[in-house]
């Protein structure tokens, strides 16, 4: 099952030689709807629509990472949609981010959460992400492997998505690589396989190469901020139905590059 930033949830699978998916947890005025021509209704109730494949075939989640190439055909589908507003950040600030992805998490964490977006501005200019200069293309908090299905190997969008926004062009390359490729921060108690493959770091980035066009303190800035972003949605899943939480991942991830300095993002120059 995949859950998204906004809260919807999706899982599916196969059967009489078709695939099907499912999408519960929000209602239909809250999902975006892809007029896919591959899909069709079938079922329809409060918080939970199915959908059934018409053409047979086998329907698949995607395993990351995906090529490079499959980011550019994703694009040209997302700028075909027109979002009604701009990434809520431009809006509220990057410091609300925390309490729209996970209102339940503890006002501590949101402290912590808030001093750092106040570290990466100062430390890695975070704030002039929010120029209005900035050219805009459509943007999901979303984007990467998650939002595409494979029919008889082909990448297709799915039916729904979830809510699409105006955000800085960067933003989405940068989310996909994160999405696609990123996972940490490890702890030190990892199994020994891992610890061997990270070589040291608490981080891992997979086959990610990266030009020199992103080797720079702005950019970096921006990909710590959007793996907060990456950590807090994971998080939010997790303990969907619990109270007020700790955030244990993403503490240790602020820990580890505030207070520590840790790069991740320099690993890859």
């Known amino acids: 099952m995949f859950r998204f930033s906004t809260g919807l949830s999706l899982y599916g699978g196969n059967e009489n030689d078709k695939g099907y998916l499912i999408y519960e947890n929000m209602s239909e005025h809250d999902s975006l709807f892809t007029n896919s021509d591959f899909f069709q209704k079938h079922i329809s109730s409060v918080g939970k629509r199915k959908w059934d494949v018409k053409l047979k075939g086998v329907l698949r989640s995607t395993q990351k990472p995906l090529e490079e190439s499959v980011f550019n055909l994703f694009t040209k589908d997302l700028d075909l949609f027109n979002p009604r507003n701009v990434h809520p950040a431009f809006e509220f600030g990057f410091k609300n981010e925390i309490k729209r992805l996970f209102p339940k998490v503890k006002s501590s964490i949101v402290k912590k959460y808030e001093d750092f977006i106040t570290f990466l501005s100062e430390d890695f200019g975070l704030e002039q992400e929010l120029s ?49 490729y990123f996972s940490g921060p490890y702890p030190d108690d990892s199994h020994e396989e891992i610890i061997k493959l990270l070589k040291g770091s608490k981080f891992y980035w997979d086959k990610l190469e990266i030009n020199d066009q992103f080797k720079n303190e702005k950019t970096e800035g921006l990909v710590y901020f959007m793996i907060t972003k990456f950590i807090i949605i994971y998080e939010a899943w997790m303990y969907q139905d619990h109270g007020s939480i700790q955030a244990k991942s993403l503490e240790y991830f602020i820990n580890l590059v505030q207070n520590k300095g840790h790069r991740p993002w320099r690993s890859l120059y």
């Open 132 to 180: 209005a200069d900035a050219v805009l293309k459509v943007y999901s908090d979303d984007i990467g492997p998650c939002l595409l299905v494979t029919l008889n190997n082909s990448y297709i969008l799915p039916p729904e998505l979830p809510t699409l926004y105006y955000a800085p062009k960067e933003w989405r390359i940068i989310t996909w690589w994160i999405n696609n």
